[in-house]
């Protein structure tokens, strides 16, 4: 997953670095309650989960909710697509932070794009560990005022070791099942509500295979998924921008842990780390708005990488992360800059300041995790009144993954996580 990753990261560093100041794609933001039905022979009939989602379309790389990937070929009608999209195992709350089943799988897709309204999919695709599936999609979108709506209906084919794996629970039960096809028909829908504030949602329904449902741990035939939430996107009522005022920008960062919390931080109680573990990150942004609700507030994509050094309680670990980050700027009386960022964060093996909070509290920690960034800055070139330091920004920050409370299956289920108080030099370009 670790190569996954910083594949996607390269490629879209590099698409990025290519085109500055390019004109304004299709973005968004969203939270959103997923709430579905529990398939397996349990006391809870339903499970829910905060999920946060991002959206981007690209030229070379998208977002879509749950599901990211790039483009390997691009044609007028079709197009072929590396794809990698999280699936929610839906099992009982108390059981989620010790199986952490919820996973992201990995492979390809080809769209064909038969009108303006219409487009189907094949993907093949498997989890981390190769068991394999494919998908059989086909998908509307229709338009009424504020209202947009986009129906699908598929065909997912399970290979006998996924179907095992999923539905018959093999290793807990030792139960083999055979392959199988089930189906869903999903309707998501958006509206508009005001500039870029949307409501977003989707309600989906899946039949089991045979298979599946005769397993001797399954007890519905039907399962229900549902999503609710709001969202921030384009302002549907006003033209794509052509060519947006903020260009990329590069971010150099090293940082120190603390056991403290975020808000223990803001408020300057921050304890120092006995072990003194360190950071050091590099992050790219590029543009996508240079403003939100008519007001400048510049959003960014952002994608980084974190190198954690050594030290005498944990190895070198590398922790990979995307998300959108917001600057809001105050002209007095030179330019500083209010930032907030929200997005994902996977590491290659948990650090010893998050790893140390989780046993304290009895978690299994989770590699994957929700990240935030808080920051502050200041324009050099304003402050010692050289055009060639315009572009320069020094900077604090503080870096921070958790789990939105328990309230989020895929990240594992956890209450805390990890802090890092930073200082940055920021490039734009």
Known sequence: MRLIVSLIVLSFSINAIAKPNSEEKPWGLGLLVRSASIPFDAEDDKVNSIVPMMFYEGDTFFLRGIEGGGHLLK??????????????????????????????DFGFQWRKNTSDSHHFDVEILSDLDGKPYANFISSWYFQNDSWEFMPKISARYKSAEFNSYYYALNELTDERIGAGIDVNATIES???????????GSLGLTGLDNNAYQSAIVDKR????????IAFFNDKTKSRKSSLSNGSYLRVA???ATPSNIGEILAGDTEK???????????YGVPLTDELFSLPIELYLITGLAWHWRSDVQDSEQEYQLGIKAYYTIHWPVRWRLGFAEGISYISDVTYIERTEMEEKGYSPSKLMNAIDFSIDINLGDIFNVNALKGTWLGYGIHHRSSIFESASQFGRIKGGSNYNTVYLQFDF
Do not use: C, M
Request: hydrophobic content about 40%.
């Open 190 to 200: 958006r509206y508009h509500v005001i500039s870029n504030l949307y409501f977003i």
């Open 75 to 104: 044609k007028a009608d079709w197009e072929l697509n590396a794809l990698g999209r999280l699936r929610f195992v839906d099992i009982p709350t108390e059981y989620q932070n010790e199986t952490q089943a919820d996973t992201f």
């Open 273 to 283: 780390d006995e072990f003194n573990n360190q950071l050091t990150s590099v992050f």
């Open 222 to 229: 039907w399962q229900s998924e549902a999503y609710l939430g």
């Open 254 to 256: 090293h940082g120190w």
